[in-house]
């Protein structure tokens, strides 16, 4: 059996995002049991001109339920940008799972040839739907996960490789 768009994506998104929450998770732990304010993990940044935790959090919702609709041909839901917890992070992060796992497979599959149009930073872009998810979507959204981690851990919250993977689903 050959790979599915829905396939190439769902299970991603489902697998990063739960590991995205469980990574705020311990990050929450790590400021009450460090007394830090929780607000300087949030603003945290890798370096000045990059967006902090919140954004990169923010961001990678962004990817995934934007991936999806776009890919099912339904509008993207919109969300507002206003989150200041970690708890609040959660719900967004919940949130785009609840959508990304309420598009029935045979929406997405079939999609490699979908037209994309989307506007990124201001400027208009037009894609075919399989180098969209394969060489857009896939790589902003990991990149986002990825940055999330790397504030944490350059922050001192202990977390490794197993945490960002998250559940590696295997073969029994």
Do not use: W
């Not at 739960?18 to 007394?35: I, P």
């Not at 919109?78 to 609840?98: G, M, V």
């Amino acid at each position: 059996m050959s790979l599915t768009m829905s396939g190439a994506s769902v299970p991603m998104f489902n697998q990063y995002l739960v590991a995205l929450a469980h990574l705020l998770e311990k990050a929450e732990a790590h400021a009450q049991a460090g007394k830090i304010d929780p607000s300087a993990l949030l603003q945290a940044r890798l370096f000045p001109d990059m967006f902090p935790l919140t954004s990169q959090v923010q961001f990678a919702c962004d990817f995934a339920k934007g991936a999806v609709a776009r890919l099912a041909g339904v509008p993207v839901p919109s969300y507002e940008d206003n989150e200041k917890s970690f708890a609040e992070l959660k719900a967004r992060i919940a949130k785009t799972l609840d959508f990304v796992n309420s598009i029935e497979a045979n929406r997405i599959d079939g999609s490699e040839s979908r037209d994309i149009r989307m506007m990124f930073a201001g400027q208009p872009l037009a894609f075919k739907g399989e180098p969209y998810l394969i060489g857009f979507a896939l790589p902003s959204f990991v990149f986002h996960v990825t940055t999330a981690f790397g504030i944490l851990r350059h922050n001192g919250v202990n977390i490794g490789k197993a945490d960002f993977l998250g559940n590696v689903p295997v073969l029994p």
